[in-house]
């Protein structure tokens, strides 16, 4: 980068490197942060729902698993789609759509006369989750310093918390009611869409951020976010074409083609390796992580055969909250003390070890009380380790013209392996139970603890200009060969 875009846009990211957090660092996580409160509350109410729907439409194990599941595999459809177009037309352009997208598929599926369409209508609601992903916490990234970054980041995904708590009180409550069930779970699913409206206008006001409109050479643009965010007032800067960097020019011309952003991150050997370590990890926590929770009626049902549904759902409901709920913000709080790296290498253990003790244990399902603490435990190490950090950890290892690219295809694998496990979790559990299900969770746990040793490097407090100097520099030494 020469000296003239350098003091212009160079000085700048380094200003946002090292600011403090301000209120509209908050006001971003807020907006960024309701999208997973509602992708967390719709991939997981789907299990209440299908309790309910199974004595009023007796659906085949087949039909009851793409209930369940069919949001996932659309999700990644949607990850990968959202995710590249942001990269080419920016952050901000396409930000609010998908939880558009993900309204009506929620509006929708209360209206489903039968499973099959129930089963299209949670695709169209996929489609809008997996969206969400890539762009939002790239947004958090992008804005965040580098010494608060992986507490921001985390902070958006703990929003699920909210999700995952907040579901099962509303079932509860229905039950507890007296409606009748078709009325129930129509409810339930209808409310996924009012979170998501709620933010979509704030979604469309926010502004683009400063470090891809740097990479677009939109300098003076890049002065006014900046500036919003830092609490100094917006000095726009004309910098003429000539005075940009040649990088920028290039990630311009490059942003405008679709397949670009792919062959960059497979042609760059050290993007490639990043991608694939993000991804296979993701996938590896995703299966365990979603098998278990989204099946947890099933899982319960194993633990407490006489209790009622309201019963199983208020004991999930504490699970999250005693366990699940402390996880998250101990990742946070402690993302940018510890690193990712130690984070995601104790939660995959701790996941493996409590799988296994609740595959191997003989007759845990018939000890409540020893049940409830190992599977307690595995939620606050599934959060406190992978949950959180296969999140932030895409966000900060690409270059900024495949941020969201790549972010996109790590949460489209994870959501492969979220849509293997959901699918294959009840068919485990009418096999062998527990400990088929548990075996398979703790064999994932595993294999994703050794993807992270040896696929995947340290980003704690590193700027994410540095995190793309190596991979920019292979790229330059192949272009020159």
């Known amino acids: 980068m020469n000296s003239a875009a350098a003091g212009t846009g160079g000085e700048l990211l380094k200003q946002l490197d090292e600011a403090r957090i301000t209120r509209a660092h908050w006001k971003i996580l807020f907006i960024s942060g309701m999208g997973f409160f509602t992708d967390a509350y719709d991939l997981f109410i789907i299990g209440v729902a299908m309790e309910l729907l199974k004595d009023e439409w007796h659906p085949s194990a087949t039909a009851a698993g793409l209930v369940s599941s069919t949001a996932l595999i659309a999700s990644a459809i949607g990850a990968v789609a959202f995710g590249r177009i942001a990269d080419i037309l920016g952050r901000k352009r396409i930000y609010g759509y998908e939880v558009l997208v993900l309204a009506a598929g929620a509006i929708a599926s209360a209206f489903s006369p039968n499973i099959w369409w129930l089963i299209a209508f949670r695709f169209i609601l996929g489609i809008g989750i997996g969206g969400d992903y890539p762009v ?82 939109r300098h003076a643009e890049m002065h006014a976010a900046a500036g919003n ?62 098998g278990n929770t989204v099946s947890a009626p099933l899982v319960l049902g194993a633990v407490m055969p006489h209790q ?96 969201t690219t790549g972010h996109g295809i790590a949460s489209a694998t994870g959501k492969i392996g979220a849509f293997v496990g959901v699918f294959l979790f009840p068919i485990f559990m009418h096999w062998r139970g527990l400990v088929a299900a548990e075996a398979a969770a703790a064999m994932a746990s595993i294999l994703g603890l050794a993807i992270t040793l040896w696929l995947l490097p340290e980003t704690r407090c590193v700027s994410l200009e540095e995190l793309s100097k190596p991979a920019a520099a292979a790229a330059g030494t192949a272009a020159a060969a």
Request: proline residues 5%; glycine residues 8%.
């Open 136 to 217: 939002s916490s790239t947004i958090m990234s992008e804005y965040a310093s580098r010494t608060t970054r992986g507490m921001m980041v985390t902070l958006v995904f703990s929003m699920q918390a909210a999700g995952l708590i907040f579901g099962p009180l509303l079932a509860a409550a229905l039950l507890w009611s007296g409606l009748s069930h078709d009325l129930i779970w129509r409810l339930l699913l209808a409310f996924g869409a009012i979170p998501a409206l709620a933010v979509f206008q704030m979604r469309r006001h926010l502004a683009e951020t400063p470090r891809f409109l740097h990479s677009q050479g």
């Open 308 to 403: 009622d549904l309201i019963h199983k759902t208020l004991a999930q409901l504490c699970i999250f909250a005693v366990a699940a709920l402390p996880g998250y913000f101990v990742a946070a709080l402690t993302m940018d003390r510890l690193g990712r790296k130690p984070i995601q290498v104790m939660g995959f253990l701790m996941m493996a070890l409590c799988f296994t003790a609740l595959a191997l244990i003989p007759g845990i399902e018939r000890l409540v009380v020893p049940f409830l603490i190992i599977y307690g435990v595995s939620y606050f190490f599934t959060e406190f380790g992978p949950n959180a950090t296969t999140f932030v950890y895409p966000a900060e290892v690409f270059p900024v013209e495949t941020r």
């Open 229 to 290: 965010v830092l609490g100094t007032a917006a000095s726009p800067a004309t910098v003429s074409a000539s005075a940009l960097p040649a990088s920028a020019g290039a990630t311009r011309t490059a942003a405008r083609s679709f397949g670009a952003g792919f062959r960059q991150l497979i042609d760059n050997r050290q993007l490639f390796v990043r991608l694939l370590g993000v991804s296979l990890a993701w996938f590896m926590m995703d299966f365990a992580y979603y």
